[in-house]
């Protein structure tokens, strides 16, 4: 194994750590906001890749240009489903909304495969398999569009959550809802935003995998425990911590490959998950209760 | 004393009453001479899951040989035609969900034959449950050392299919018409069938003066490939051998693209088969080549294949083959049997010595409960997989080579 290899492998599992956040942002924003755990945010990812699918075939409209469309109707439809479906669980303890986030998750697989068949789908463009060669290591365009997207949109999920109001008004009733609603804010509302927002990035998510891997109707189960590995690595709720876990994790999963071969990438990346987790319980950014 | 008696007769009329309705149970369906309403057979195939490309033509493969039979009258059982009740679950491509889904069929069921499912994974799960059960099972898409590697004392389960120690052979005889380095770069699922044909490729390449430079074996639903793609490159591999799932296959040969490796030839085994692959990747799979065992040559295999995209839309795929041939065999194993007790059945699955659409079968010719059928060469070539090695007859196209 030549240090090429050892590099090449920690470079893009790094850039890869990209696409792991921007799929588990929607989980954190969720969690962090809520405290629900979004079980059914794998099928949204997985609902994106289909519809970006079809519009591609409609349309014959770029996979990422089809997000101006996406995004907005991904965005109605999380709102949708928090509005008329959860909001009216949240106050009925914690399994409540879990287990309907578990039948919505069932329910959305078998529409898939009601709709789009079993069929393995993929969103291929002129650029999706193009590479760049940075000093002697091709680097897939894909991973580095991720890596970027990953940043731009955590900082601008950041700025939001601390710049406006209603970004303020998530923190708020985040951390009481009763005293954010005496302040005038109506945590249902918020709620419904938080989970329109994070469907939002489920398009992103969702276009960004169908771009560089393949899917089918069950796909979003993988990517839904790779989020939580993030999310919880990162600091429960933690916006820039998903940043860094996604890094880290992509790295760690890099480097496992390289050093021990492609079959042990994920053993090591749940290694240095467990040893995180023994060394800070909250994860790497999140706050300590004690 | 009086009541003594009475109560005496009253439990005898109940104990003959007993008997004469166990009698009759008995009879209900599951004795030679007897016909029940239906014959109830099934099978749990992958609907859902990573591996649903193969369920799909498993389904039509399936549905269709029982359609046939029931246009037919159905299957003459005793002194009447019985119709025959096909149920299918799906096992989400799970072997515990095609272990259950066979329990199921079974026990609350009562199928009185089965089918199997698709790859060794799922195909062992469910025969394991037919063999203990004690129900015929005939099954295809299960590699035969892979089907033997779990047992070699079947006793209710056939399998057709290839045998991957001829199988593998047949990329290194391509390989031998064109000019390459030699140098191979073999990629193998942790599969059963993974495992077994990696070990065959690695035991054949020396045979055929070729050199395995880099093996990498890694768990289905593996996302990132890139560590093993930059060893094989590096390594010099002109050649790419494959055995892997269709999703991961299709990940696979997009980051080779991406990362800019590019062999000479490359045989996707297994994921590559179903036309989703060409679909899912379009020109950038053209030139890719996947063993073969069926390809509709005969006027018989061309209606098949005519039947199948008419009524489905689809391409085929050689899936609709071995799966309606195994139906097809269970049923006329039935149908000679006349009855619908395991060990008739058993029996006549047994002497099976016919030609069917996918060529001749016979369980006793090579290794005990296994018809082999013969591998060719195919190659995706404008959206359709063309013949273009085939040592036991014709060929259909030339072979594309280098990839384009």
Known sequence: MSSTTLIAGLVTGLLLGGLFAICALGLSLVFGIMRLVNVVHGELLVLAAYLNFTLGRWAGIDPLLSLLILVPIMFGFGFLIQKTILNPLMNKGDEAPLLTAFGLSIIAQNLFLLIWKADTRSLNTEYTGLGLPVAGIQIPLMYLLEFVIAIVLILLVHLFMRKTFLGKAMRAAALDADTARVMGINPKFVYAFTYGMGSAVAALGGTLIAMTFSFVPTTGLVWLLNGFVVVVLGGLGSVFGTLGAGFLLGAAEGLGGAIFGTGYRELVGYIIFLIVLIMRPSGLFGRSNG | ?404
Request: aromatic share 10%; proline share 5%.
């Open chain 2, 1 to 404: 004393m009086v009541r003594k008696g009475r109560w005496k007769k009253r439990v005898l009329m109940m104990l003959c009453l007993i008997l004469v309705g166990g009698m009759l149970a008995g009879c209900s369906g599951f004795g030679q001479g007897s016909a029940p309403k239906e014959i109830v057979i099934g099978a749990s195939i992958p609907m859902t899951g990573a591996l649903s490309a193969f369920g799909s033509y498993e389904k039509w493969g399936y549905e269709t040989a029982v359609k046939e039979v029931n246009d037919a009258g159905g299957i003459q059982i005793g002194n009447r035609k019985v119709p025959v009740k096909l149920i299918l679950y799906d096992d989400e491509s799970r072997p515990e969900k095609a272990t259950s889904n066979v329990q199921r069929l079974v026990t609350r069921d009562k199928a009185v034959a089965l089918l199997g499912s698709a790859t060794p994974p799922l195909v062992l799960a469910g025969a394991e449950v037919a063999e203990r059960n004690k129900v015929p099972f005939v099954t295809g898409i299960a590699p035969i050392r892979a089907f033997l590697s779990a047992r070699t004392d079947w006793q209710y389960v056939w399998d057709i299919f290839f045998d991957e120690l001829n199988m593998t052979q047949v990329p290194f005889k391509v390989l031998d018409q064109l000019d390459t380095n030699r140098k191979v770069a073999l990629f193998t699922d942790n599969e059963a069938d993974g495992v077994q044909m990696g070990k065959l490729w690695n035991e054949f390449a020396p045979q055929y003066n070729y050199e395995i430079v880099y093996h990498a074996s890694f768990p289905v639903g593996t996302t990132d490939y890139g560590d093993m793609i930059r060893r094989a490159q590096e390594a010099g591999a002109e050649i790419v051998i494959a055995q892997m799932i269709t999703p991961d296959v299709i990940s696979l040969w997009k980051q080779m693209e991406t990362l800019g490796y590019k062999p000479k030839a490359a045989f996707l085994e297994k994921g590559a088969e179903p036309v989703e692959f060409y679909e899912a990747l379009g020109k950038s799979a053209e030139g890719v080549m996947v063993s073969g065992y069926w390809y509709p040559f005969s006027e018989e295999g061309k209606q098949l294949r005519e039947r199948f995209e008419k009524e489905t839309g689809n391409t085929y795929s050689q899936h609709i083959a071995d799966t309606y041939v195994a139906a097809k065999v269970l049923l006329d194993a039935i149908a000679r049997a006349g009855s619908t007790k395991a060990e008739d059945i058993a029996k006549a699955i047994d002497e099976t010595d016919k030609e069917y659409v996918i060529g001749h079968i016979n369980f006793k010719k090579g290794e005990p409960h296994t018809s082999e059928l013969p591998t060719f060469m195919l190659q995706w070539q404008n959206g359709d997989t063309q013949v273009v090695f085939n040592e036991h007859g014709e060929t259909t196209a030339d072979i594309i080579f280098p990839l384009p």
